[in-house]
């Protein structure tokens, strides 16, 4: 079996595993001590190449990439006979809807929210509007980037140190020179052609010393919580490009640097992967969170024009309201 079944099948199987567990707590909600599954996304060389018969030199190692674990859910309390608090909230989410909404009124600027509990399927949005993305563009250029390695157009080695520098670093001059590279209208143009209808890249960022010569177009760059919301999903489910391509992504963002925001309002000893986003205007996270109850989706976005270094905080509090939604008591 070649590296890169290899790697789908541990996909499929860490998957498989997590819908079991998922299973299991609606079966023994009260009554089980713990289910565990733990899978290792390795480095893998995903084959290709600007030339057929260019060999694949130098991949990265496997200790470029983050092993990926889901945690054993155990709970060492007495069962009681009552219902539990998760059966009790409704299935649309309109509660954890109110609750947000209440909790972001009195806050600075003017804020979107997106969540969605990957297990059932079930999402909220607030505020879906269209809004200066910063960094949080880099989720995308990742995507586009996949897509010509996956197409053969690069070898991954040819832009790997880049892609690691933007998503685990968000380095700005990583950035660009990946958008010289696979193209500039590349990013916009694979957003069209994977359903993200909100999401445009026009120019590239600062600061930088190689953003200049890049813009397409008088416009912003721009998305919203949904599409952004959405691209998360792609990544997690391992449709982005390919289960291979969306593994790399997904480890990007688990050694992601920056943790300030909604990784702040959860649990250390759960697993989050995320991406920021931030401005003097606006501020952004996008998480994965591998939660005992459930795995989710939370996007939060801010416009606070010359105020959102002062919004860092409320991340956080929003984050620790979602994720006690779902894990009452904990």
């Given at each position: 079996?070649?590296?890169?079944?290899?790697?789908?099948?541990?996909?499929?199987?860490?998957?498989?595993?997590?819908?079991?567990?998922?299973?299991?707590?609606?079966?023994?909600?009260?009554?089980?001590?713990?289910?565990?599954?733990?899978?290792?996304?390795?480095?893998?060389?995903?084959?290709?190449?600007?030339?057929?018969?260019?060999?694949?030199?130098?991949?990265?190692?496997?200790?470029?990439?983050?092993?990926?674990?889901?945690?054993?859910?155990?709970?060492?309390?007495?069962?009681?006979?009552?219902?539990?608090?998760?059966?009790?909230?409704?299935?649309?989410?309109?509660?954890?809807?109110?609750?947000?909404?209440?909790?972001?009124?009195?806050?600075?600027?003017?804020?979107?929210?997106?969540?969605?509990?990957?297990?059932?399927?079930?999402?909220i949005t607030i505020n879906n509007r269209p809004i200066y993305p910063a960094s949080i563009i880099?989720?995308?250029?990742?995507?586009?980037?996949?897509?010509?390695?996956?197409?053969?157009?690069?070898?991954?080695?040819?832009?790997?140190?880049?892609?690691?520098?933007?998503?685990?670093?968000?380095?700005?001059?990583?950035?660009?020179?990946?958008?010289?590279?696979?193209?500039?209208?590349?990013?916009?143009?694979?957003?069209?052609?994977?359903?993200?209808?909100?999401?445009?890249?026009?120019?590239?960022?600062?600061?930088?010393?190689?953003?200049?010569?890049?813009?397409?177009?008088?416009?912003?760059?721009?998305?919203?919580?949904?599409?952004?919301?959405?691209?998360?999903?792609?990544?997690?489910?391992?449709?982005?490009?390919?289960k291979v391509c969306s593994a790399r992504m997904l480890n990007f963002m688990l050694d992601q640097?920056?943790?300030?925001?909604?990784?702040?309002?959860?649990?250390?000893?759960?697993?989050?992967?995320?991406?920021?986003?931030?401005?003097?205007?606006?501020?952004?996270?996008?998480?994965?969170?591998?939660?005992?109850?459930?795995?989710?989706?939370?996007?939060?976005?801010?416009?606070?024009?010359?105020?959102?270094?002062?919004?860092?905080?409320?991340?956080?509090?929003?984050?620790?309201?979602?994720?006690?939604?779902?894990?009452?008591?904990?």
């Open positions: 079996m070649g590296p890169d079944k290899e790697l789908e099948r541990e996909f499929a199987e860490r998957n498989r595993k997590r819908r079991l567990i998922s299973k299991k707590r609606l079966i023994k909600q009260w009554t089980f001590l713990g289910a565990a599954v733990a899978v290792i996304m390795g480095a893998t060389v995903i084959a290709g190449g600007k030339k057929a018969d260019k060999p694949v030199k130098n991949a990265p190692s496997s200790s470029q990439t983050s092993e990926i674990k889901v945690r054993a859910a155990v709970d060492e309390t007495p069962a009681a006979p009552a219902e539990s608090k998760a059966e009790e909230k409704p299935d649309d989410l309109s509660d954890l809807k109110k609750m947000l909404e209440d909790k972001i009124a009195p806050y600075t600027g003017e804020w979107s929210v997106y969540v969605k509990n990957l297990d059932t399927d079930k999402s880099k989720l995308f250029a990742l995507g586009a980037a996949y897509q010509q390695i996956n197409d053969g157009i690069f070898v991954e080695e040819t832009l790997y140190p880049d892609l690691e520098q933007m998503a685990v670093h968000s380095n700005n001059v990583a950035f660009n020179n990946i958008v010289w590279d696979i193209g500039k209208t590349a990013i916009t143009d694979w957003c069209r052609e994977n359903g993200y209808k909100d999401t445009e890249q026009n120019h590239g960022l600062n600061p930088a010393d190689n953003a200049e010569g890049l813009a397409t177009s008088d416009k912003r760059n721009v998305t919203t919580v949904e599409d952004v919301g959405k691209m998360m999903e792609s990544i997690y489910r391992g449709e982005c490009v390919s640097e920056y943790r300030d925001k909604l990784p702040a309002g959860i649990p250390r000893n759960v697993m989050v992967a995320n991406k920021t986003g931030e401005t003097d205007d606006v501020s952004h996270d996008a998480a994965i969170v591998y939660s005992p109850a459930c795995d989710y989706i939370i996007v939060v976005m801010v416009d606070a024009p010359d105020e959102a270094w002062d919004c860092f905080g409320y991340f956080s509090l929003i984050s620790a309201d979602v994720y006690g939604y779902f894990n009452p008591g904990t």
